[in-house]
Antibody, heavy 121, light 108 residues
Framework: QVQLVESGGGLVKPGGSLRLSCAASGFIFRDHFMGWIRQAPGKGLEWISYISSSTIHTNYADSVKGRFTISRDNANNSLYLQMNSLRADDTAVYYC??????????????WGKGITVTVAS | SYVLTQSPSVSVAPGQTATITCGGNRIESKSVHWYQQRPGQAPVVVVYDDRDRPSGIPDRFSGSNSGNTATLTISRVEAGDEADYYCQVWDGGSDQVVFGGGTKLTVL
């Protein structure tokens, strides 16, 4: 079935780095825009970044621009998020997200279960 | 950047109608998607492109979008509808996805 599985989360010190991965299965990965969305404890959803199906286009939320880098490997059905210069306010559950492709831009029709990133000393 | 505004909470009795609004400047010019998030779970899209429903979503969920307000309406509310609801758009000007702050629906 269609599935997204995140990995790579954990505890990291402020200023540190972490790389999240998302393994996709059950659909043609290269046909879809993909992205990352996060949710801080007790807070709402925050869009982080997207990458186009061909990898040509990417964009980031202002809160992570210059610190986070999204990438994908279409041959291996994988999405990544390289997170550098991490801060306490980056602490959140990070969701891997698939854009529908059959709706207006932005609609996420498949979500991973999420993975926790905690930034603390 | 584009801002979406939602009321923090809405309460409704079972069987009644819940109305959840999402405000944004000329939001009618954008396509609005709505998500339901139950505690401890990932969100699920319940309405996309203003008013369309994915397969498996009951027709009790409906959406509309006019002027500066998009609306998610849940008819014949059930206890299982208790969740957080988020509106979302893509802002073409900034090429960014924007979420509203979320509305907590409480079923009394």
């Amino acid at each position: 079935q269609v599935q997204l599985v995140e990995s790579g989360g954990g505890l990291v010190k402020p200023g540190g780095s972490l790389r999240l991965s998302c393994a996709a299965s059950g659909f043609i990965f290269r046909d879809h825009f993909m992205g990352w969305i996060r949710q801080a404890p007790g807070k709402g959803l925050e869009w982080i970044s997207y990458i186009s199906s061909s990898t040509i286009h990417t964009n980031y939320a202002d809160s992570v621009k210059g610190r986070f880098t999204i990438s994908r490997d279409n041959a291996n059905n994988s999405l990544y998020l390289q997170m550098n210069s991490l801060r306490a306010d980056d602490t959140a559950v990070y969701y891997c997200a698939r854009e529908s492709g059959e709706t207006a831009r932005g609609c996420v029709d498949v979500w991973g279960k999420g993975i926790t990133v905690t930034v603390a000393s | 950047s584009y801002v979406l505004t939602q009321s923090p909470s809405v309460s409704v009795a079972p069987g009644q109608t819940a109305t959840i609004t999402c405000g944004g400047n000329r939001i009618e010019s954008k396509s609005v998607h709505w998500y339901q998030q139950r505690p401890g779970q990932a969100p699920v899209v319940v309405v996309y492109d203003d008013r369309d429903r994915p397969s498996g979503i009951p027709d009790r969920f409906s959406g509309s979008n006019s002027g500066n307000t998009a609306t998610l309406t849940i008819s014949r509310v059930e206890a299982g509808d208790e969740a957080d609801y988020y509106c979302q758009v893509w802002d073409g000007g900034s090429d960014q996805v924007v979420f509203g702050g979320g509305t907590k629906l409480t079923v009394l």
